[in-house]
């Protein structure tokens, strides 16, 4: 740096030149690396070149013209040839182990699939990388159909059975008309967050959240303490989580159920309404959690039968982790299922220039496992992270009571009062998804 600054000060040199001959001068040097590298390989094989080893089969064949990879980028240069002789009397090419490492494509297909995640198109790939070769569209193609496998089999492979697992968040995203994903975020005692699989369906139905969380199990995921299963509604979802774990809290989402009770009520009464959840979030322990929900029923009582019957439906999971009594930081986090939302919708600018996903290929799986592991990288810890050991504590000591047989002994009254006692939604035949209740 102190020559090139000495340089543009002497004015022998502009900045963009002396910047172009210093990746020339890198370039160059690594060609006679290169060069020297081989010409050490030849001498092993033949021995040295005017003293040839008598019991060596190769000799040298003169030199020919060559290509290596250097940054992602052809460089020519000039390959030294040799051959072995055969015991039929013939002679075969010998073919160098440094010349076929510096060919080696590693390094220009990382570029390419970093290119291609990050949203260029496999038929401009030419034009990002002008200088390397294997960028036309079809090999681009080829290329990710293999490296995006790989990521799937990267994403699934991955050791989920050492973490502690505290909650597990399931959720679906629309791929298209005719294809859906059903996605699982995991969180574990210590607040950080994993995409942990998905699975590929026509909808939201039981078969494929059985399959995801069948695969989920098979690969280690066990809570020690409890688990807290936040979902959105979904009758299939919240049956595949209690065929596998019994014992798991389900929280219902208080976004999507706000959002499902205002499409019902006049536009006059939304803003009470979100004044109602909004306390609802932040008010801590079950007496409270009671109190805010009993507040919601009386104001939707004489508003809309419906509202209120979609209220009720969702009976007393709605405050779930209420009842747990944990501290209200964790609501922030826990008491929707924003978390694996907001995934999403990173993860729908990773596909937005997929125009067609076809049912089949494996095309699907390969670009939603590239979005969900880069959006993944983004995650940081759990709001309130902080309070989970309260959270596992809470879980750890619900899971005894139901062993003892003794849970709900000294329950406060239903919620509401005098009105008919909350049912906890019903764990239907399997059905497509039943979004927002």
């Known amino acids: 740096m102190d020559q090139f600054s000495e340089l543009q000060q002497l004015g022998q040199m502009e900045s963009s030149e002396a910047g172009r001959t210093f990746r020339e001068f890198l370039r160059a040097s690594v060609r006679q690396c290169l060069v020297n590298v081989m010409a050490d390989e030849v001498r092993q094989l033949c021995g040295p070149k005017h003293r040839p080893a008598a019991e060596a089969d190769a000799y040298r064949a ?54 291609l995640i990050a949203g260029a198109s496999g038929r401009d790939m030419k034009n990002v990388h002008p200088d390397s070769p294997k960028t036309s ?17 990267q994403l699934r492979a991955r050791d989920i059975a050492s973490h502690d697992w505290l909650a597990l968040m399931l959720d679906g995203i629309r791929l298209s008309k005719e294809q859906l994903a059903v996605v699982a975020l995991g969180i574990t005692s210590g607040g950080e967050k994993h995409i942990l699989d998905f699975e590929l369906g026509g909808s939201e139905n039981f078969e494929v959240c059985r399959d995801l969380v069948s695969r989920l199990v098979s690969r280690g995921f066990q809570p020690h303490c409890g688990l807290l299963a936040v979902l959105d509604g979904s009758d299939s979802l919240k049956k595949a989580v209690l065929a596998f774990f019994p014992d798991a809290v389900p929280q219902r989402c208080l976004v999507h159920k706000e959002r499902n009770i205002r499409g019902r009520l006049s536009k006059r009464h939304w803003g009470e309404l979100a004044r109602l959840f909004k306390r609802l979030r932040e008010v801590e322990g079950e007496t409270a959690g009671r109190e805010a929900y009993s507040d919601i029923e009386r104001f939707l009582a004489d508003k809309n039968a419906a509202a209120l019957e979609s209220l009720r439906e969702a009976g007393e999971e709605l405050i779930a982790l209420h009842c747990l009594n944990v501290p209200a930081t964790l609501h922030v986090s826990l008491l929707s299922t924003n978390l694996i939302e907001n995934s999403f919708r990173n993860t729908r600018r990773k596909l937005g220039r997929v125009t067609r996903f076809r049912a089949e290929t ?76």
Request: charged residues 30%; proline residues 7%; aromatic residues 4%.
């Open 137 to 153: 569209r079809s090999s681009v193609s080829r290329l990710w159909a293999k490296q995006g496998a790989r990521l799937v089999e």
């Open 62 to 115: 003169g030199s020919a013209k060559g290509v290596a990879l250097c940054e992602g980028r052809r460089e020519e240069i000039v390959r030294p040839r040799v051959r072995r002789k055969k015991r039929n009397g013939k002679t075969e090419e010998v073919h160098l182990e440094t010349y076929a490492a510096a060919g080696d494509p590693g390094q220009l297909d990382d570029m390419l699939v970093r290119a």
């Open 362 to 437: 494996n095309q699907a799986s390969r670009w939603l496992a590239a979005a969900l592991l880069e959006v993944e990288k983004g995650f940081r810890r759990l709001i309130g992270y902080k309070d989970l050991p309260r959270l596992a504590e809470a879980l750890a000591s619900r899971a005894a009571e139901r062993e003892k047989g003794i849970e709900g002994a000294s329950r406060p009254a239903p919620l509401g009062g005098a009105s008919p006692p909350l049912r906890a939604a019903p764990s239907a035949p399997a059905t497509p998804r039943q979004a927002n209740t």
